[in-house]
């Protein structure tokens, strides 16, 4: 009986794989096994909504930055937390260290025309030993600096990147998408690892498809990839990439054999309304925060609609929703998801006018706890950050 139940058991494992709707797809496992891959249904379609962090957020916090003539920051366009610290890029061309208080570390300012000089921060990564690797695209190089800004190297890459991401290795990875080059058929590639080495095959039938993003995004000593104009989420590691979850935009995705067609991608996509997914994806255990892209056609011109959803992943519940009032920090001020710092976290810069004009909307104890709560110091003080992580 023991022999015919050790039998039995991994069989019916295997039928229940199998029957399972097509709303659980699988992938198969280096052990010939199945692995369920997540699927998150949006609604693109669902009602507009303005959730409060207290119900979406396990955890929120405030960061003051220290504001000095060596740290004044103008345009804020991208948030990383990394070791502890918080990078900060001016633009595209000043990279700013804080500590997770909020003081200045340092800052990186190498834009120009020099050999040891990047002509833009189009992305950026730190590495163990607080090196910093920039992308520059325009150039098809990284740059490597140490962690005191002294130029260290120079790495030439075949193509035009749009990300890049250090592993706990030391490997460094960029993707360039399906752009059009007969000499590579992976999508993420090596800078320095072994010949050829990648993963993600190119599909040649859709080269050159429109806005070719991505990102990475940092998941432990590992990275999630997103891109768009695919539906599913990779984990990506030395080793290799593996799906973590795919997209299903309430049957209205974009297909392969749509992008593989021959036309013209923006009007076909006006008279279809179908869906494509963007590059910005957060996944906890309750919620999963997503983006999306879809075109319509009004009075004869092209209406691009960026769209972002609150996935309850218990409940299936669907929220378009652009930004939370965040009523653990800010006293119900209005916060953007702006920038994915870790697999469930993200970060977003708060202008100090911005802030001291809806404090002028509160009762006068709680502007001045407000006010208190940033450690307000001056209307010329630099942003606020607020680091909210997904229940």
């Known amino acids: 009986m023991k022999s015919l139940f050790s039998f039995l058991l991994p069989l019916a494992s295997i039928l229940i794989a199998l029957l399972t709707p097509s709303c659980s797809p699988h992938s198969s496992t280096s052990d010939g096994g199945l692995t369920v891959i997540p699927i998150v249904h949006v609604d693109v379609d669902a009602p507009m909504s303005v959730p409060k962090t207290s119900e979406v957020l396990k955890d929120a916090r405030i960061i003051s930055l220290e504001t000095s003539d060596d740290c004044l920051l103008n345009r804020i366009t991208s948030i990383k937390t990394i070791n502890g610290s918080l990078y900060i890029r001016e633009r595209r061309t000043t990279l700013y260290q804080f500590d997770g208080q909020g003081h200045f570390l340092s800052s990186l300012s190498k834009c120009g025309a020099g050999p040891e000089e990047y002509v833009n921060i189009d992305d950026f990564d730190v590495d163990r030993d607080g090196n910093v690797y920039v992308l520059s695209q325009d150039e098809r190089c990284v740059y490597v600096y140490d962690k005191n800004g002294a130029f260290r190297d120079k790495l030439t890459i075949d193509g035009y990147a749009t990300s890049l991401c250090v592993m706990a290795d030391g490997k460094i990875f960029v993707c360039f998408a399906n752009d059009k080059n007969p000499n590579r058929d992976k999508k993420i590639v090596a800078v320095n690892g072994a010949s050829g080495e990648g993963f993600l095959a190119v599909d040649t039938l859709i080269n050159g498809f429109p806005f070719p993003s991505s990102r990475f995004v940092r998941d432990g000593d590992s990275f999630v990839f997103s891109e768009v104009c695919n539906d599913t989420v990779y984990g990506v590691s030395s080793e290799g990439v593996k799906p973590i979850a795919i997209m299903d935009y309430a049957g209205r995705s974009v297909s392969v054999d749509f992008l593989r067609s021959e036309h013209d991608f923006i009007h076909a996509l006006s008279q279809s309304g179908l869906v494509y997914a963007y590059d910005e994806f957060l996944d906890a255990d309750t919620f999963a925060y997503v983006s999306f892209n879809h075109v319509t056609e009004i009075n004869d011109g092209i209406n691009m609609f960026y769209g972002n959803a609150l996935v309850n992943k218990l409940t299936g519940e669907s929220k378009r929703c652009f930004r939370f009032s965040d009523d653990l920090c800010l006293f119900g001020f209005k916060v ?50 607020l680091i909210g992580t997904l229940k």
Do not use: K
């Not at 810069?349 to 001291?356: D, G, N």
């Open 336 to 385: 953007s998801v702006s920038y994915p710092v870790d697999r469930h976290s993200f970060a977003t810069s708060v202008e100090m006018a911005s802030l001291l004009e809806y404090a002028e909307s509160l009762s006068p104890s709680s502007r001045d706890s407000l006010l208190a709560r940033i450690n307000y110091q001056g209307e010329d003080q630099n942003s606020v950050i």
